[in-house]
């Protein structure tokens, strides 16, 4: 099967998210669990890509500021790894973000997520930096962006202009 077929994306409200976090167990281990997880149960928007009726991936999105959108985390369940469901989840991510009127996106991989990077890379997004950032958006919103995204040592800040 490949993505196209049988796979609808759909809004996931909050009282009803408990049902994916079998999905991150299975992406993510120690503190990225963690906060995967926390994330999952209060970030605004939440999008889940359904196959016969059961969640087999899913994208956190979040609003930075006016504008500014953040790709927090995508999550594939192991067994529909490799069939471009991921690709589906940012592609239908950077299609809301344009519809909101958003003109640019981040997102954040480990370094050595070589998966995730080349998926981020194939849809436009560079890497970037604080500097970078902040001379778009001056010193004290990139600090605050950079705080709500969580960046931590050890990742890369990605990039992508759209609108």
Do not use: C
Not at 18 to 42: A, C, K, P, V
Request: proline share 3%; charged share 25%.
């Amino acid at each position: 099967m490949t993505a196209q077929e049988n796979l609808g994306i759909v809004d996931v409200p909050k009282g009803k998210r408990t049902g994916l976090e079998w999905i991150l167990e299975e992406s993510f281990e120690g503190w990225y669990l963690m906060h995967s997880r926390r994330t999952l149960r209060d970030i605004e928007l939440v999008r889940a890509a359904m196959s016969s009726g059961k969640p087999v991936g899913l994208v956190m999105l979040k609003m930075l500021m006016e504008g500014v959108g953040y790709v927090y985390y995508i999550a594939v369940a192991k067994a529909s790894r490799k069939k471009g469901i991921g690709k589906l989840l940012l592609e239908d991510a950077l299609r809301h973000f344009k519809a909101s009127s958003v003109k640019e996106v981040f997102a954040s991989v480990e370094e050595d997520n070589k998966p995730s990077e080349a998926l981020f890379a194939s849809e436009g997004f560079t890497p970037t930096s604080f500097n970078e950032v902040s001379k778009k958006h001056g010193s004290l919103h990139t600090l605050n962006m950079y705080r709500e995204m969580l960046v931590v040592p050890g990742e890369v800040l990605l990039r992508k202009a759209i609108g």
